[in-house]
Antibody, heavy 115, light 112 residues
Framework: EVQLLESGGGLVQPGGSLRLSCAAS????????MSWARQAPGKGLEWVSS????????YYADAVKGRFTISRDNSKNTLFLQMNSLRAEDTALYYC????????WGQGTLVTVSS | DVVMTQSPLSLPVTLGQPASISCRSS???????????LYWFQQRPGQSPRRLIY???NRESGVPDRFSGSGSGTDFTLNITRVEAEDIGVYYC??????????FGQGTKVEI
């Protein structure tokens, strides 16, 4: 059974940084692209970023390009999202998901950007 | 970016009765490889999204057969033959053909 467990969320001031992690199990992690998506409070779903299985290519939504960096450690079955220059509009529940088609989702980790 | 438009945004339902959600894209979702990367997700209250349908009409493992997806080009539909209480929640369509970015519809809230 595929399991994705996000961590690293919290309260951060505007302009600050956070690093999210997603621990994956129940799959051959390096064989799959992985993604991050987010959901602002009371709002819909938004794709944020994806990375290929071996990490050689990364993709970003325009809203986060230049501020967020996706990466992975296939030896530890872990996906990361480094978030810098955070803004109030980045406040959301951040989900880790398997593949670019988002076939499995984690439970999410909440990021709140506020002074 | 491809804009996905769902209707209705709110869908009152009666248990045991059918329900239908429409999703339209601003351009054709037929990929150059011949596939159409249109997905449907269900998000129950307080839960993470769950993918129900991939490539227009293929049900994920474990998804009840009362759910079905159809459509082509720019017009797609999610049908529920007989709504059950556990089907209450928000449903989203998403396109992966013109990727990146993946883009979602606004969501349709299915409620009693």
């Amino acid at each position: 059974e595929v399991q994705l467990l996000e961590s690293g969320g919290g309260l951060v001031q505007p302009g600050g940084s956070l690093r999210l992690s997603c621990a994956a199990s129940g799959l051959t992690f390096s064989s799959y692209a992985m993604s991050w998506a987010r959901q602002a409070p009371g709002k819909g779903l938004e794709w944020v970023s994806s990375i290929t299985g071996n990490g050689d290519r990364t993709y970003y939504a325009d809203a986060v390009k230049g501020r967020f960096t996706i990466s992975r450690d296939n030896s530890k079955n872990t996906l990361f999202l480094q978030m810098n220059s955070l803004r109030a509009e980045d406040t959301a529940l951040y989900y880790c998901a398997k593949t670019t088609g988002l076939d499995y989702w984690g439970q999410g980790t909440l990021v709140t950007v506020s002074s | 970016d491809v804009v996905m438009t769902q209707s209705p945004l709110s869908l009152p339902v009666t248990l045991g009765q059918p329900a239908s959600i429409s999703c339209r894209s601003s351009q054709s979702l037929v990929h150059s490889d011949g596939n159409t990367y249109l997905y449907w997700f269900q998000q129950r209250p307080g839960q993470s999204p769950r993918r129900l349908i991939y490539k227009v009409s293929n049900r994920e493992s474990g998804v009840p057969d009362r759910f079905s997806g159809s459509g082509s080009g720019t017009d797609f539909t999610l049908n529920i033959t007989r709504v059950e209480a556990e089907d209450i929640g928000v449903y989203y369509c998403m396109q992966g053909t013109h990727w990146p970015p993946a883009t979602f519809g606004q969501g349709t809230k299915v409620e009693i």
